[in-house]
């Protein structure tokens, strides 16, 4: 795997802690076929992320991508971009075939590093399922010195689990 490349705020440019490619390849199996797709969410749908993910959802347009393998669903990976407190960070959200976080990822961080998340406290998403407990209180533990991080972080979380429910919404009972 290749360096990560880091910038500072200072110039203008978020830091980047890791690319998008980097963060794709750790989602999907190398072997996987991996698309870019951009979803257009219908008013109904809309609203039910919203309702599901119990946060504003702010745009209507989506693009992800979707990984196949063995001509099977591998995953598939949101991006979404927050303001922890007062600067931006992008979060990666990888999604497993059974619709729950195979783990949440910070691309990029603008905010001092002391309100980072740290990677012992990201890998309370793995496997979690969106439901009334991904919220810190909930089954996500408070990260001490990094209290808006943690519940932003959870907030895009449940936010790209909803959007991905309404848009592969589960088959059968």
């Known amino acids: 795997m290749g360096a990560l490349v880091v910038m500072t705020a200072v110039e203008g440019q978020a830091r980047l802690l890791l690319t998008q490619k980097q963060a794709l390849s750790l989602a999907f199996p190398a072997e996987a076929t991996v698309e870019r797709k951009t979803a257009f969410l219908t008013d109904a749908q809309f609203q039910e992320a919203a309702v599901l993910a119990k946060a504003k959802v702010e745009s209507k347009v989506w693009t992800y991508y979707t990984a196949t393998s063995s001509g099977a669903a591998a995953g598939w990976a949101y991006f979404d971009r927050v303001i922890v407190r007062t600067m931006p960070a992008t979060v990666m959200a990888a999604v497993a075939p059974d619709g729950t976080l ?72």
């Open 102 to 173: 195979k783990f949440l990822e910070v691309l990029t961080f603008d905010e001092p590093d002391d309100y980072r998340a740290s990677p012992r406290w990201l890998a309370q998403f793995k496997g979690r399922p969106l439901d009334q407990d991904l919220r810190v209180g909930g089954v996500l533990r408070n990260q001490t010195g990094a209290t808006l991080t943690s519940a932003v972080l959870a907030e895009a979380s449940r936010r790209m689990l909803a959007v991905h429910a309404v848009l592969h919404p589960k088959a059968g009972p």
